[in-house]
């Protein structure tokens, strides 16, 4: 027993043991750098100031040890995490509820903008464990008084940065004014801006601060910029990722934008050469945003085309690689785009588009960088011009028109496909739950057999539509834009 209290074991942490139970269940084996050093710290109720990214298993750093201080019989809101965006709010919540597992009915609750406020006054009105949600929104909640936070013990700051960045610090300002002064407030955030120590010299008691390598993995992180030409003509940039993606032909990568417009422009060229490409901007619907990043995920979709915000706390394992369409205006948001990929050890590559004109932006970032050295300048011709398409998804997705509120789970949709008649469970891929609609990938081979087997079967005894979902960036692209 003693050996497995290692240092980054959960089991030092005096844990319920229900708990542990449930960790070991997700999967959850040693503690992850962040875990290690905010856990005790978190869970001994002390304020933290904590750097960490997507990626880092920081989530758990603090629900963990938020869980630990509710109270499951009262049903007053007792933890707050605000997130500067929908996705990172939706995920958080996410993780909160696996983690949550092991307490009975605990309610997690997200309220973001975007969305009609009436539903979300209609779940707040049995109260809520645990709230999640974007600043502006939670503030609207305080105003119409259909959220209390005089019960808080918890208070999550997530990517303090990224919601000062978005302008969101009187909104901040406001929410802390209304919890209690005793309440524990932890803050993560990727960088440590002036503002960020204003903040919390302001609003935290003692924090503890807590650094973690971030860029510990970028030495696995092949960079390479590419040189395009001399000024911008036409779709030029389009045309060069197209390039790279036929030859190094990744099975999935992200292309980062800073425009919304280059982001439809690029996905369009990809989509129009036979790959499957979905654009990913601040601008489009909440629902399409959170059907592009399902398919994404589940690899139905190939290449994700995205703008830096709307790429905010995308949590996706093991990229293989990133392209950088755009340059990034400042190191930071370099460091963040390319620190999706080469995670946890992977290799990555990190391929970058500039052309002449914008040479001093490629400077500015290998000085500032720490292994410059170890970043590479080509020209695209020396990417070879490749015939053939390369391979895309091999995977779709359905939507069903059921989700949590219908009390649909993975297990009734797999069981339902894989009933007599059905399909074979490997030919299904990751299935999401959301609150009115559930997305499963299927083999594309498959894809008719399981939209038959779904509209012959009920689930949980009812009927419900299905449909499969179009690739979003040919529509997006030609229709708005
Ligand atoms: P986060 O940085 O919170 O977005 O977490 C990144 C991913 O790591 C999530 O998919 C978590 O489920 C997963 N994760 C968090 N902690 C651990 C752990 N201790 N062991 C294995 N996976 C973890």
Redo the contacts with the bound molecule.
Sequence with gaps: MSEAKGQDS?LGLNLPPAQIEN?TA???????A??AQALPLALARKDLIAQ??????????F?IALLCHLNPRDFGTQSLILCPTRELCT??AT?IR?LARYLPNIKVVVLCGGQSIGPQIGSLAHGAHVVVGTPGRIKDHLLKETLKLERINTLVLDEADRMLDMGFSEDIEYIIGETPADRQTLMFSATFPAHIDSLSAQYQRDAQRITVETVASETTIDQTYYLCGKKEEGTQRAEAVLRLLYHFSPESCAVFCNTRQSTTEIAQVLSDAGLVAMALHGEMEQRERDQVLIQFRNGSCQVLVATDVAAR?L?I?QLPMVINADLPRDLEVYTHRIGRTGRAGNEGAALSLFFENERFRVDALLERSDNAGAAQIKTIESVPQARDTPATCSKQTLSIAGGRKNKIRPGDILGTLTAEGGIAGTAIGRIDILEFASFVAIDIDQIEAAIAQLEARRIKGQKFKVRRLHTIASRTGRARY
């Design positions: 959960f960790l997700l999967g959850y084996e040693h503690m992850t962040v875990q960490a990214r997507t990626g880092s298993g920081k989530t758990a750093a629900g995920q958080v993780e696996r706390g949590d394992e």
